[in-house]
Nanobody, 124 residues
């Protein structure tokens, strides 16, 4: 599965951004899909992840109430709406697909397929 992220940009604190994840030529409906981010010098961590049905969604503690994960009806595009962005949200954001366990739904090592990442920079 080849995943492609888009939408990363430079944005001011308090601003919004929407990242999208697609997989041209592949079906994503069998997979759980997650968004992860990696800040400079830090380990990759989960931001928002949804189970294959799209019903169960788990958010990282630092983004709860600010980010929204969604999918279109046929799960061809997975979107991460990012609101009230903070400088600490700066990093490379990756989309991933896999079959994580429910209790580890947003743990990076549970995912098998990764995109190349898109840079988000929050700065004035």
């Amino acid at each position: 599965v080849l995943l492609a992220e888009s939408g990363g940009d430079l944005v001011q604190p308090g601003g919004s951004l929407t990242l999208t994840c697609t997989a041209p030529g592949f079906r994503l409906d069998p997979y759980a899909i997650g968004w992860f981010y990696q800040a400079p010098g830090k380990e990759r961590e989960g931001v928002a992840c949804m189970d294959p049905s799209g019903v169960k969604i788990k958010y990282g503690d630092s983004v709860k109430g600010r980010f929204i994960l969604s999918s279109d009806n046929d799960k061809k595009t997975i979107s991460l709406q990012m609101n009230s962005l903070k400088p600490e949200d700066t990093g490379v954001y990756y989309c991933a697909a896999g079959f994580p366990s429910l209790q580890h739904m947003c743990v990076p090592y549970e995912y098998d397929y990764w995109g190349q990442g898109t840079q988000v920079t929050v700065s004035s």
